[in-house]
């Protein structure tokens, strides 16, 4: 089935451990994104990539990083965990940067 | 700066009509999206507005006034799926997508 999915879907993790989490889509999307989503306030961007071998940084890109070294494929790695980055983390894709957005299922991580 | 602004919530009865609407301050215009999103499920798209006028989609319909920065979606016979968070988003001169946080509906029988 044609989409995008993530890994893991739950994470509970000790603040100062590395983590990434996994993204691939099937769709030939030009463009990734990663988002984080907490309560009351609205999706903000992590990071992006208009194609593969490019990335930008969003809004709040502080802790992460990426990368994007072919179309299928856009991990978040968080190199030294902290309390403030638990929350629900979303990645998504779109045919190109004016398109509408397909999700994954939600990354739900907590750093203790 | 750049701003979108939604209520935080809204209560319907089923079978009724509500508008949700959104408001917005940005750098720049390329586009408005309206997503849905469950209570623990990723959002999924409901409808793109570039020009003024009315979308309409089977039930759900969407309105934007650029001159007004303003934009609602029309919900018709509701449906106690329709539950969900409404999130409207705008796309800037930048190309990226600014999310208002969202209108949460609760809808009663």
């Known amino acids: 089935i044609a989409g995008i999915t993530q890994a893991p879907t739950s994470q509970i993790l000790a603040a100062g451990r590395r983590m990434t989490l996994r993204c691939t889509q099937d769709?030939?999307?030009?463009?990734m994104y990663w988002y984080r989503q907490d309560l009351g306030l609205g999706l903000r961007l992590i990071h992006y990539?208009?194609?593969?071998?490019?990335?930008g940084k969003g809004e709040v890109p502080d802790g992460y990083s990426v990368s994007r070294a072919n179309t299928d494929d856009f991990p978040l790695t968080l190199a030294s965990a902290v309390p403030s980055q638990t929350s629900v983390y979303f990645c998504?894709?779109?045919?190109?940067?004016?398109?509408?957005?397909?999700f994954g299922e939600g990354s739900r991580l907590t750093v203790l | 700066g750049q701003n979108i602004d939604q209520p935080t919530e809204m209560t319907a009865t089923e079978g009724a009509i509500v508008q949700i609407n959104c408001t917005y301050q940005?750098?720049?215009?390329?586009?408005l999206f309206w997503y849905q999103q469950h209570a623990g499920e990723a959002p999924t798209f409901l409808s793109y507005?570039?020009l003024d006028g009315l979308e309409e989609k089977g039930r759900f319909s969407s309105f934007l006034s650029r001159s007004k920065g303003y934009s609602y979606l029309l919900l018709k016979e509701l449906q106690m799926k329709d539950s969900a968070s409404y999130l409207c988003?705008?796309?800037?001169?930048?190309?990226?997508?600014?999310w208002g946080a969202g209108t949460k509906l609760i809808i009663k029988p």
């Open positions: 769709m030939r999307h030009n463009a």
């Open positions: 998504a894709s779109s045919i190109d940067s004016t398109g509408e957005l397909f």
């Open positions: 940005t750098s720049g215009f390329n586009g």
């Open positions: 988003a705008i796309l800037d001169s930048n190309y990226q997508l600014i």
């Open positions: 990539s208009n194609t593969a071998g490019t990335t």
């Open positions: 507005n570039v």
